[in-house]
């Protein structure tokens, strides 16, 4: 049976919030408000990215950067996406459809083996927001270039934090899966901005340039 138990009056008050923000923001992201504001400050038109679940931010990367590949595993949104590339003459995206197979292996699967196809150090960046998250992280470390950003969505599911969301994984709890473990031994070097607006979490990570080194809770803001 659903629980409600989360529903409470800080709950709800940011849910309305986060319902007016998209309102008033339809075009952006669906990500956190200040998850946003990051991206449209570092983001450069000469950037190439990668995304793992497509949506808004297909349509909103597609006209500010030079290239961006996106994966997207629903027939159904693919086709909506796609239909609105089309519309508007993109042709900076990549877009394919490589859907979920019952039983296939994460790491295995056509969806993340897309991310292995990637060159080395060549994203300026990428969004995990699609299925079999751990494993996208995990192929995409590698390609993203130092100084890169590493976005991912609803990170407090996954990995232990202070989030006030429903069902975030508590500070003195482990990551959610042995390969979300690899993950957060691996990024405990890069540089952290968590963000969150009381529904739901959105950490941009840092890749370290060459000889630095990062703190990986160095930063963490609400909304």
Same mark, same amino acid.
């Given at each position: 049976m659903?629980s409600f ?6 709950y ?5 919030l986060?319902?007016l923000?998209?309102?008033?923001h ?8 200040l998850a946003?504001q990051i991206l449209i400050a570092?983001?450069?038109?000469t950037d190439?990215g990668?995304e793992f679940g ?5 349509i909103?990367f597609?006209?500010?950067?030079a290239?961006?590949v996106?994966i ?6 693919y ?6 590339l089309? +519309?508007?003459?993109k !042709? ?5 459809f490589r859907?979920? /197979? &019952?039983?296939?292996n @994460? *790491?295995?699967s ?7 196809k ?16 751990d ?7 590698n ?6 950003l ?8 996954? +990995?232990p934090?202070t !989030?006030?969301?429903?069902n975030s994984v508590?500070p003195? /709890? &482990?990551p959610?899966? @042995? *390969?979300?473990g690899?993950v957060y ?7 952290c901005?968590?963000?969150s ?11 370290p340039c060459?000889n630095s080194s990062?703190?990986?809770f160095s930063?963490m803001?609400?909304?």
């Open positions: 659903r138990a989360h529903w409470t009056p800080r709800l008050f940011d849910r309305m986060e319902k923000y998209r309102h008033r339809a075009d952006l992201p669906w990500l956190t408000p946003n570092n983001l450069r038109d190439h990668a497509s949506g808004k931010s297909t909103w597609s006209k500010r950067v290239s961006l996106s997207e595993h629903n027939p159904l949104w086709e909506k996406v796609k239909r609105e089309e +519309l508007l003459g !042709s900076n995206v990549t877009y394919l859907p979920q /197979k &019952p039983g296939e @994460p *790491l295995q056509d969806y993340v083996r897309e991310a292995y990637i060159a080395d150090s060549s994203l300026d960046f990428a969004l995990v927001d699609g299925i079999y998250r494993a996208c992280v995990c192929a995409l470390l390609k993203i270039a130092p100084g890169g590493l976005i991912i969505d609803n990170i407090n599911l996954y +990995l934090s !989030s006030r969301c429903p508590h003195d /709890k &482990p959610v899966t @042995p *390969l979300w690899q031994d691996r990024l405990k070097q890069w540089r901005i968590w963000t607006n009381g529904v739901s979490d959105t950490a941009i990570f840092f890749k060459q990062g703190n990986y930063q803001a609400s909304k």
